[in-house]
């Protein structure tokens, strides 16, 4: 079965720098999201991604982060100057146009040292 | 504006009990759909079934059951004859379904289901 991909499955970073998290979305695939899991809480919508814009924001992301897609087929999350809070699970998820199914990755713990 | 509780944090039983994770939710959209998803201790997000807000049909599948009742607003979960393999997060989640719309998910906080041998 096709897959979203996610890569770093880890990384760290000092705090005030920028990371960007990558994501590969499944092909066919037209609508594309970032949600975060603080440890032991809830997943948390982020932004929704559509025709090469954002389509909905939350209030978690604020001037910090941006998201891109670069080319055909990469889907990448910027934050720009890290803080410690911005420590959680990041994931990528992505779904067809005729199905409210999201297929998530596997997500990039990000740590802010 | 959405929400879903959750309130069971923790449930643990021995293998081959059945279990039922409850799921409450709140939205003023008409249509909706609401999901499951389960997060083994590997941390991915694995989609376990979506429902139409529409179709209150209960489903099983397998050991997997879904009660979806519109009038409490309740879709519970229902695993028959655990198995330690179903030790995971289980988290249910709400999104709206218009027409165009990003249609995100609005999570609730989990359950943690430990399964005993």
């Known amino acids: 079965e096709p897959e979203v991909t996610q890569t770093p499955s880890h990384q760290v970073t000092q705090m005030g720098q920028e990371v960007i998290l990558r994501c590969v979305p499944i092909s066919n695939h037209l609508y594309f999201y970032w949600y975060r899991q603080i440890l032991g809480q809830k997943v948390e919508f982020l932004v929704s991604f559509y025709n090469n814009e954002i389509s909905e924001k939350s209030e978690i992301f604020d001037d910090q982060f941006s998201v891109e897609r670069p080319d055909g087929s990469n889907f990448t999350l910027k934050i720009r100057s890290t803080k410690l809070e911005d420590s959680a699970m990041y994931f990528c998820a992505s779904r067809t146009m005729r199905t409210a199914k999201l297929f998530f990755g596997s997500g990039t713990q990000l740590s802010v040292l | 504006a959405q929400k879903v509780t959750q309130a069971q944090t923790e449930i643990s039983v021995v293998e081959k009990e059945d279990v039922t994770l409850d799921c409450v939710y709140e939205?003023?959209?008409?249509?909706?759909?609401l999901f499951w998803y389960k997060q083994p201790p590997s941390g991915e997000l694995v989609f376990l079934i979506r429902r139409n807000s529409f179709d209150e049909q209960n489903e099983i599948s397998g050991r997997y059951s879904w009660n979806f009742q519109k009038s409490t607003s309740s879709f519970n979960f229902t695993i028959t004859a655990s198995q330690v393999v179903d030790s995971a997060v289980y988290f249910c989640a709400l999104s709206e379904a218009r027409q165009g719309g990003s249609e995100k998910l609005v999570f609730g906080k989990g359950t943690k289901l430990t399964v005993n041998p």
């Open positions: 939205t003023r959209d008409t249509t909706y759909y």
